[in-house]
Nanobody
Framework: QVQLVESGGGLVQTGGSLRLSCAAS????????MGWFRQAPGKEREFVAV????????NYADSVKGRFTISRDNTKNTVHLQMNSLKPEDTAVYYC?????????????????WGQGTQVTVSS
């Protein structure tokens, strides 16, 4: 069992910044990657960013490249998402997720454990 707890969401104006954090606990020893997804009202959950646990290789959705940065702290089993230049279309519930299996597949179904989500609202 793995528990993921997100924090850092909130309300920010267009152009502002937020930093999300996700703390993992439990059986984290077999983690291959951790990522962030988001889901806006009426839309499907979508991939935002991911980072491999051992080597720290990162991948981003095109919509956030150059604005968001994912990082991890292996010693604390924590992953962060620094979000800059936020836009109203970034408004969503952001979910942290953990993937155990090797492979560069970042679909929702590829991840094994999920956090409860944290709300990010960007006002125009």
């Amino acid at each position: 069992q793995v528990q993921l707890v997100e924090s850092g969401g909130g309300l920010v104006q267009t152009g502002g910044s937020l930093r999300l954090s996700c703390a993992a606990s439990g059986r984290t020893f077999s983690t291959y990657a951790m990522g962030w997804f988001r889901q806006a009202p009426g839309k499907e959950r979508e991939f935002v960013a991911v980072i491999t646990w051992r080597y720290g290789n990162a991948n981003y959705a095109d919509s956030v490249k150059g604005r968001f940065t994912i990082s991890r702290d292996n010693t604390k089993n924590t992953v962060h998402l620094q979000m800059n230049s936020l836009k109203p279309e970034d408004t969503a519930v952001y979910y942290c997720a953990l993937k155990r299996t090797y492979g560069r597949a970042w679909e929702v179904s590829d991840f094994d454990s999920w956090g409860q989500g944290t709300q990010v609202t960007v006002s125009s």
